[in-house]
T-cell receptor
Framework: GENVEQHPSTLSVQEGDSAVIKCTYSDSASNYFPWYKQELGKRPQLIIDIRSNVGEKKDQRIAVTLNKTAKHFSLHITETQPEDSAVYFC??????????FGTGTSLTVIP | NAGVMQNPRHLVRRRGQEARLRCSPM?????VYWYRQLPEEGLKFMVY????????ESGMPKERFSAEFPKEGPSILRIQQVVRGDSAAYFC?????????????FGSGTRLTVV
């Protein structure tokens, strides 16, 4: 099966700085990579995704990059704000019916 | 559209009791997925269902756990004879088609505590 690893497990940044979260996957057949944000006690919410035919995707302050050769993808958050504080999960899918999630990164933005 | 509805939000059960978790998918969604989130861990796939069919239960523990998605009504995740290790947040997600190439919509989860 697929194995998704996520780093770091915790990340603290000053407000206004950038945050980067990295994930690797093992199965080269994986072709869809969503990122979820989960605030304390709430549901995971999709914030951005990328498909294997694209190398980079941006949505305002967040961007995701994908390196298929190296089998890794990253989430970039620029100009961080306190409301960005949450746990972020990456995931990988082979187009089937389940996602394989990373173990999460707890991001704290210090005002 | 009310989104994916899960109930109850919190459930406390004594060891040995049964837990029933309910999930109503978004309107128009016929694919339902159950995930378990243990404290300080990521989301682990449990089961994928369509109406009246279990499509993939490869993540379900072999004993005590079962799931259904009847023709009418919500999907049910049932845990019999609960043990402390079952304490977790259980999230349901739905999608209009097979979710592997589209992000799921998750419900708010049921937090099960076994005492």
């Amino acid at each position: 099966g697929e194995n998704v690893e996520q780093h770091p497990s915790t990340l603290s940044v000053q407000e206004g700085d950038s945050a980067v979260i990295k994930c690797t996957y093992s199965d080269s057949a994986s072709n869809y990579f969503p990122w979820y944000k989960q605030e304390l006690g709430k549901r995971p919410q999709l914030i951005i995704d990328i498909r294997s035919n694209v190398g980079e995707k941006k949505d305002q302050r967040i961007a995701v990059t994908l390196n298929k050769t190296a089998k890794h993808f990253s989430l970039h958050i620029t100009e961080t704000q306190p409301e960005d504080s949450a746990v972020y999960f990456c995931a990988a899918s082979k187009g089937g019916n389940q996602f394989y999630f990373g173990t999460g990164t707890s991001l704290t933005v210090i005002p | 559209n009310a989104g994916v509805m899960q109930n109850p939000r919190h459930l406390v059960r004594r060891r040995g009791q049964e837990a029933r978790l309910r999930c109503s998918p978004m309107k128009g969604h016929s694919h339902v997925y159950w995930y378990r989130q243990l404290p300080e861990e990521g989301l682990k796939f449990m089961v994928y269902l369509q109406k009246e069919n279990i499509i993939d239960e490869s993540g379900m523990p072999k004993e005590r756990f079962s799931a259904e998605f009847p023709k009418e009504g919500p999907s049910i995740l049932r845990i019999q004879q609960v043990v402390r290790g079952d304490s977790a947040a259980y999230f349901c997600a739905s999608s209009p088609i097979v979710g592997g190439n589209y992000g799921y919509t998750f419900g708010s989860g049921t937090r099960l505590t076994v005492v």
